[in-house]
């Protein structure tokens, strides 16, 4: 936590990140008000502030999980704005894995099933209290992801894509196999915890999940930051972008590689139990390579090793994945009615970000570079920079050495 | 396990099917460094065209198979010029996100247009078999193994014996000094995913009748061509198609074990490939290629 | 007849050709000298097509050429023998060859071309079936050459021939390219670090510095100062 909280700005811009959720959303709002919108201000206001008091402005960035506390109340719905937490959890797992150091992981998805199975199983079978089997849950996901971390030593690039897609799509076969412990096709029905005593009269069973995978949420963003901030971040750095350089420099590639994957999988683990519990129901088929996949949109969607690129990320694609059919991408063209299916647009959306802003909407809005390139690359146009004109000015006199009437003999013989 | 050998040629049917989406994994691969995890995907969407010729249309079996050919071709191309060569000097992760992205989008198009349900589609092949060192052989096994094997020799001769192809060898082998001797490198590209995308669709045709047609055709199938081509080592052609081979025979060996099934046998060809790339990373057939900077 | 006009080439934010202007005469060669990164084998590059050209344009026989790719820029007759024994190392050396006259239509033509290579450099004869990678830096050398001709261009940028090679067989690359200038009636852009051979072949040559043009004038008026061969040929 010290290096989270540490000097003022960034407090203050948390603070008042909070002060100015409270004031939108019970003073000047008291009607339900877009949740968007109050993370958005909240955000701007915690920036705003550490920008003026000269604080890494990075650090405010913090500020839209504290209005998440708030937001429980009306805004968007609960249930929803628990599943879009739940998925940057396990988002920021895998960037730490593919984002911060490069080994693309295509198995997120069997490692949150495997969160899940074990929330469910622990749950439903033995009595087990739920909150008790989440840490266990990412323990689990973490121990099964150290394995994968190790054999993933052994490949890289193409390799590992290989490896980790087979592990996405042989997962849930296996899942389905062993029906004595998974109930196979069936699934694991799981019932959602009641708020304990004190909270039973403020909360109902879903503010209470929704308040759980918060707190969650912010120890995975404060450990994440931690971890990222520091000796460790900056030996991550390098590593990803230019592993030969770092492994020249003395960085431990083995010990970070496999670091990564262990606590990227722990958040996928925890990220399962999480959905355990407020899903209320676990199924093999929802963990294959598709449920994968989306992971690494959601990263590279909001921006590949950024923290709140996972968060932007996973609000984004949540929202598509539950809205296009209503946002309305149906069009005619001569006359047929054509609807564009869902994933779909997911994917083309996917391939726009990388062929036009690879740094996804983080970078978009936080690299000014990024953006010019966007917009000059939808006009069409090429980059011109100004020193070609400025060189003009200096240019040295040529030598010439030859008689002036003869400057290009023809040659006829040597 | 029993060495039946009726088994054996069934294994053999369904692994020409393995080995040609290898093959055209391979192809791609070992020109552009692309691993295409559309390759499945857009085999199934092209059988779908197929079905909706013969099916739909009524057209005669192979007219039908030959326009899904040819449809599959123009999309290999299309795809490349449009989504692959705008990515093709980024960073080896945003090439994979891309083609993942496709594996999305044409899963996305065959559920469109022709919904989640399974389609019959007839095999054009005869339904007896043929008795062979006393056994039966169904003719479909045959049928299957022997328009896979035509479709790989072609590719084959495509690069061994035509101009062409000799362009593909040397854009392969060194793009920079192909583009200065005239070769559109591009072009040459796009003909390549084209060749990948119309083997991979005869493959979808050929194992439509036996995995049943539906948009997750290809998925089962693309772990066990990953798995083929990792056995020639991702850059060989004959490897690729001799690992499908071996995946499906093995396969259908192992499927016939009672105590395995075929629902464990995914995850038995998950561990040979584990076992193989650990063992021998380079593949059985590959060279090891060296790691650029 | 090639002109650089002004051309300007940049790596990203560095300029590594700066305003260059070039000139080439029908079957003249022209020898392009310099220090090591001094942009000589970017400004072939920029001819090819391998680069693009921030500004300035490049004109070949009546036309500008300065926008069009690598495989245009071929078929309007230049080619490029880049540096550094680019060959298709797992084809053979037939086939390299071949891969030289891919934009020719005429079979018969490219198979007697084939032959009179073979006789120009009969180390390749001996060796038509071998993978052109197990050749020797010299055959290699060789080979790049002989497949660059095997197009039949009007225009040769040569980068750096000599490179590696002993100082016999480059004497004996050098002769056969004289021949082969005169036979096929070539123009050439010769890029070379050994500027007295270079010399003695071209009738005109240019001194890059730092990307740009330093001194341009006649091979025999540039043999004659003794100070510039000093200062910047190191000779
Ligand atoms: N791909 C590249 N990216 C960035 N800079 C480059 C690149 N290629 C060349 N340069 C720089 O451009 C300058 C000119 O390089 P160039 O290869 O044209 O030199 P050269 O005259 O051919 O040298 P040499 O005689 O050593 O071959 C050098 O400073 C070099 O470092
Ligand atoms: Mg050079």
Known sequence: MRSVLHGHPRLVGLVISALVTWLLNEVLFPTPLNGYLVVLFAYVGGVVVARLSRGDHRYAALGPLVPLVFLAQNSIGVTELTQILILAIAALGLDLITGWTGQLNLAQGIFIGLGAYVTAILASKHGWPILLTLPLAGLVAAAAGLLLGVLALRFDGVYLAVLTSAVALAGPVLLLHYKSITNGVNGIIVNQPQPPGAFADWLDTDQWGYYVTVVMAIIAVCISWNLLSGRIGRALRALRDSPIAAKGIGVDLTRYKVLAFAVGSFWAGLAGGLYAMTIGFVSADSFGLFYSIQFLTIIVVGGLSTISGAFVGAVVIYELSTNVQTIGFATTVNGVALSIPQAAVYAILLILVVIFAPKGIIGIFSDKSDWSRLTQRLRGGHNRSTDVVQAQADRPPIVRLDAPEDPHPAITSY | ?293 | MLELRDIVVRYGPVVAVDRVSIRVEEQQVVALLGANGAGKTTVLKAISGLLPCASGDIAWGGGVISKLPPHRIVRAGICQVPEGREVFAGLSVYDNLRLGAYLRRNRHAVRSDIDRMYEYFPVLAERRDQAAGTLSGGEQQMLVIARALMSSPAMLLLDEPSLGLAPLVVQQVFSILRRICDDMRLSVLLVEQDAETALSIASYAYVLEAGRVVVEGSSVAMQGDESLRRSYLGY
Request: glycine content about 12%; cysteine-free; hydrophobic content about 55%.
């Open chain 2, 1 to 293: 396990m029993h060495l039946d050998l009726q088994l054996i040629t069934s294994g053999l049917a369904i692994g020409s099917v393995y080995g040609s989406i290898a093959l055209g994994l391979v192809l791609i691969y070992r020109s552009t460094g692309i691993l295409n995890f559309a390759q499945g995907e857009m085999a199934t969407f092209s059988t779908y065209i197929g079905w909706s010729f013969v099916v739909s249309v009524g057209m005669p079996y192979w007219v039908g198979f030959l326009l899904a050919v040819l449809a599959a071709f123009l999309l290999g191309a299309v795809v490349e010029r449009v989504a692959i060569r705008p990515v093709q000097n980024q960073p080896h992760l945003t090439v994979v996100i891309v083609t993942l992205g496709l594996f999305l989008l044409f899963n996305a198009l065959s559920l469109k247009f022709w919904h989640s349900d399974v389609r019959p589609f007839r095999s054009p092949f005869p339904s007896g078999s043929v008795h062979v060192l006393g056994t039966y052989i169904s003719w479909v096994s045959i049928g299957i193994f022997g328009v896979s094997l035509i479709s790989m020799a072609f590719v084959g001769i495509v690069f061994r014996f035509t101009k062409v192809g000799l362009a593909m060898r040397a854009v392969t082998s060194n793009p920079m000094a192909s583009a200065l001797m005239g070769i559109s490198n591009g072009r040459i590209l796009s003909l390549g995913w084209g060749l990948s995308a119309a083997v991979g669709a005869i493959a979808g045709m050929l194992a439509a009748n036996r995995l049943l047609l539906d948009p997750n055709m290809m998925q089962g199938v693309l772990l066990y061509a990953f798995a083929a081509a990792v056995i020639g080592g991702m850059t060989s052609p004959v490897g690729a198609v001799i690992g499908g081979l071996v995946m499906g025979v093995t396969n259908a060996l192992v499927s016939s074990v009672s105590w395995i099934g075929s629902d464990l046998s995914l995850a038995a060809t998950f561990i040979v490939l584990v076992l193989i790339l650990l063992v021998r990373p380079q593949g059985l057939f590959g060279r090891q290629i060296e790691v650029r900077v």
